[in-house]
């Protein structure tokens, strides 16, 4: 069924992510996305750092805590017909407005535009989110897995968050820590230190990064035992190493893992005995499942040393494995 000619043409919302603050970091479609809206609506703070694309928009500004007002406002005027940008710093579906108004879009019983339910356009432009932008002044941090945890409790139970950390501090990962305080919540990121040393060397380093990108720029390399010394706030974010990272000249870096395969002697990569260029390591899934099939030791045992739960180390050791047989690199970078 066609809309009716009368009716107004639908309009659309565009989540923009801004990246960290910085008019060289603003990507091509972020800027032209701007430049195509109607009405921009953001926080106040968002808007002030694209002040010079917005002239002759209509512009909606809002406080921090009013993401679902923006959203219903955004709504509103993409019913009437207008493109709206709906700014984000960093990327839009990162702690950022992207899942808000699919919230609001959702209860207001939008589907998706399928050419025919007359209905408005979404789309989502990508920006670098503050865990890329901050690493990237720091040095290589996130070089091997890590994840990112945020510290307000605005809208989810301390509870939650702390058994987060704790899963993440014990699990090794490097994490980029977003919302770690502000001039209220002073005490979050007391406790994400507390739950990371009961699992992590208080040597472990961690680097604070103050508004990346931006003039107030402050960046300082510590460690896990003295993170709270440091000047944090609510524009900033903080990254812990995990075990392998180091800081050197100045730069932190969490190794990519080719010292576990490959030794460098007098300028030659040379691969380490029992391994093999291009096979997963001997200590990878089929060579560790062979390992503790051959041991003879008990489930509990084998758990109790891998620190894994012992039902996944009796059903391993139930289990039969292909040979790792092909050449098998990761994916290109
Ligand atoms: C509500 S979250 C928004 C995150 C954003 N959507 C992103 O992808 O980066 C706000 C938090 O992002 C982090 N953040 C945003 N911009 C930053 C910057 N320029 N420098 C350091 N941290 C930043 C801080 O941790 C801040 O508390």
């Not at 002239?55 to 709504?75: F, N, Q, S, Y």
């Not at 070089?143 to 704790?166: E, G, N, Q, V």
Request: proline share 5%.
């Amino acid at each position: 069924m066609n809309a009716p000619e009368n009716t107004v043409k639908p309009g659309k919302i565009m989540l923009v992510g801004l990246g960290p603050g910085s008019q060289d970091h603003l990507t091509a479609r972020a800027r032209a996305a701007i430049a195509e809206a109607d009405t921009v609506i953001g926080y106040v703070t968002y808007i002030r750092l694209v002040a010079d694309l917005v002239e002759g928009k209509e512009v909606i500004k809002k406080a921090m805590t009013e993401e679902l007002d923006r959203a219903i406002e955004a709504l509103d005027r993409a019913r009437q017909g207008k493109k709206v940008a709906l700014i984000s710093s960093g990327d839009a579906g990162v702690y950022g407005m992207a899942g808000p108004t699919f919230e609001v879009l959702f209860q207001a019983g939008w589907t998706p535009p399928d050419g025919e339910n007359g209905e408005i356009e979404v789309e989502i432009i990508p920006g670098a989110s503050a865990l890329n932008t901050c690493a990237a002044l720091v040095g290589a941090p996130l070089t091997h897995d890590f994840c990112a945890i945020s510290l307000s409790d605005l809208l989810t139970p301390w509870p939650t968050i702390a058994r987060r950390l704790d899963a993440v501090a014990y699990a090794d990962f490097v994490v980029a820590l977003y919302n770690p305080k502000s001039g209220r919540r002073t005490q979050q990121i007391v406790e994400a230190q507390r739950i990371f040393l009961r699992h992590r060397d208080p040597q472990t380093p961690v680097a604070i990064v103050k508004s990346g990108y931006r003039p107030k720029q402050r960046i300082e390399l510590t460690t896990l035992e003295k993170m709270n010394e440091a000047d944090i706030g609510m524009l900033s974010t903080v990254l812990i190493g995990n075990s392998n990272t180091f800081i050197q000249h100045g730069l932190m870096v969490t190794p990519r893992g080719y010292a576990n395969k490959y030794a460098v002697e007098e300028g030659e990569r040379n691969t380490r005995d029992g391994e093999q260029a291009g096979r997963s390591l001997s200590t990878g899934l089929g060579g560790w499942v062979a390992t503790i099939q051959a041991s003879g030791r008990s489930a509990a045992e084998l758990a109790a040393e891998y620190r894994l739960p012992e039902d996944y180390i009796a059903a391993v050791l139930q289990s039969e494995y292909l040979p790792d047989t092909a050449e098998d690199e990761e994916g290109g970078n």
